[in-house]
């Protein structure tokens, strides 16, 4: 079957540096994307990894392993506004983008 | 300003109707998608259609139809086959379905009675 595993909740403390994970398990593989949601709004893209290695985008990188199916988001300096569901997601053979049911992730001041 | 809109945010039905879904998009994109997201819940794909007067199922499109004829536009209509149409409905875009980029609409929050 086809499927992304990632924590349904994370909690950090502001200003800190969160690491939310994805595991996946898909029919051909072109990348790893990441998305975020705010309650209520709609996703958003953050990044892509096609290739290992680490992307960096401002406070925001994503990581990916292609041997061991793996990637994750990290996210520096963290901000109250960080405050949101993370998406991973990956786009199958079919050309069917899959999404993971979501990281909660929670900041405390 | 370039961008995807849905409309309406709120929609309330009684159990039994037939509702339709607007989302219009003038990115110039040719793939268009409708996902379903459920409280906890990932985002689940209903339809998605790669170019105009073309469209595929994607993994619970039943009690669901779209149509595709124009480029902008991508109505879904829940029917009343839907046995539980109640969910907020997410409609995005991509510049084609080679590209994992997708753009979200706001949303359409339906609640049947």
């Known amino acids: 079957g086809q499927s992304l595993e990632q924590p349904s909740e994370v909690t950090a403390v502001e200003g800190a540096i969160v690491q939310i994970n994805c595991t996946y398990q898909?029919?051909?593989?072109?990348?790893l994307s990441w998305y975020q949601q705010h309650d209520g709004g709609a996703p958003t893209f953050l990044s892509y990894?096609?290739?290992?290695g680490l992307e960096e985008t401002g406070r925001f990188s994503s990581f990916l392993s292609r041997s061991d199916s793996y990637g994750y988001l990290l996210l520096q300096e963290l901000q109250m506004k960080d405050s949101a569901s993370y998406f991973c997601?990956?786009?199958?053979?079919?050309?069917?983008?899959?999404f993971g049911k979501g990281t909660r992730l929670h900041i405390l001041p | 300003d370039g961008g995807i809109t849905q409309s309406p945010k709120y929609l309330f039905r009684k159990e039994g109707q037939n509702v339709t879904l607007s989302c219009e998009q003038n990115?110039?994109?040719?793939?268009m998608y409708w996902y379903r997201q459920d409280p906890g819940q990932g985002l689940r794909l209903i339809y998605y259609?790669?170019?105009?007067?073309?469209?595929q199922k994607g993994d619970i499109a039943e009690g669901y139809s779209v149509s595709r004829e124009k480029k902008e536009s991508f109505p879904l209509t829940v029917t009343s086959a839907q046995k539980n149409p109640t969910a907020f409905y997410l409609c995005?875009?991509?510049?084609?379905?080679?590209?994992?980029?997708?753009?979200f609409g706001p949303g359409t929050r339906l609640t049947v009675l």
């Open positions: 259609s790669q170019i105009v007067n073309d469209f």
């Open positions: 898909t029919s051909g593989f072109y990348g």
């Open positions: 997601a990956v786009r199958n053979r079919d050309d069917k983008i899959i």
């Open positions: 995005a875009s991509s510049i084609d379905t080679n590209t994992d980029t997708q753009y």
């Open positions: 990894n096609a290739l290992d």
């Open positions: 990115l110039n994109h040719d793939a």
